[in-house]
């Protein structure tokens, strides 16, 4: 079967960094997604990932390793409005879209 | 309107009872999504669409009907609600099944 594995809860410090880990078991590879939903609200696009490597964007970033079926998304100097849910997603060899369950992500002053 | 929205926000809706989520979309994107999301379960697609005039299933078709008559529109019925389909719904759209997706606000649906 399809899998992907994140941690469900994280806790970090304003203003620190803190990496969430994703972990896939697909049949198929065409690419990896990361995306932000805070409570209540709808996902919203983060970052793509197809080749292997680090892509960033200002204060987030995102590896992936296709060997390994792993990848990281890291947040530096964290804010208080960091705190959301952070979703893995993966589209396989179908060019099906394959979601982790998300990691909640909670920030503490 | 910019973007995708959904219609209604929220729903309390009686077992048995027929019900249709509305979705619609201004991007002129071609594929268009239902997701359902449950507390811990994560996204889970439902029915989706590639381009206007086709639909197909997703992991969870099951008590679930959608059309796609035009490029804008992805309505979604639930023919005989019961219990089980209580969840949050999100339409998404993107340019292509393996492009970005984005999504809409969500409807709250509570099946009593």
């Known amino acids: 079967g399809q899998n992907i594995d994140q941690p469900t809860e994280m806790t970090a410090t304003e203003g620190a960094i803190v990496q969430i880990n994703c972990t896939y078991q697909t049949s198929g590879f065409n690419g990896l997604f990361w995306y932000q939903q805070h409570a209540g609200e709808a996902p919203t696009f983060l970052s793509y990932?197809?080749l292997d490597g680090l892509e960033e964007k200002g204060r987030f970033s995102s590896f992936l390793s296709r060997s390994k079926g792993y990848s990281y998304l890291l947040l530096k100097e964290l804010q208080m409005k960091d705190s959301a849910s952070y979703l893995c997603a993966v589209i396989d060899s179908n060019y099906q879209l394959i979601w982790g369950a998300g990691t909640k992500l909670i920030i503490k002053p | 309107i910019a973007g995708i929205t959904q219609a209604p926000t929220s729903q309390i809706l009686a077992a048995g009872r027929r019900m249709t989520l509305r979705c619609t979309q201004d991007m002129r994107h071609n594929a268009m999504y239902w997701y359902r999301q449950d507390l811990g379960l994560g996204l889970r697609l439902i029915h989706y669409?590639?381009?206007?005039?086709?639909?197909g299933k997703g992991e969870v078709p099951d008590g679930y009907s959608v059309s796609r008559a035009n490029t804008d529109d992805f309505p979604l019925t639930l023919a005989s609600a019961v219990p089980s389909q209580t969840s949050v719904y999100f339409c998404?759209?993107?340019?292509?099944?393996?492009?970005?997706?984005?999504f809409g606000p969500g409807t709250r649906l509570t099946v009593l």
């Open positions: 990932n197809v």
């Open positions: 669409s590639n381009t206007a005039g086709t639909t």
């Open positions: 998404a759209s993107s340019d292509s099944h393996t492009d970005t997706q984005y």
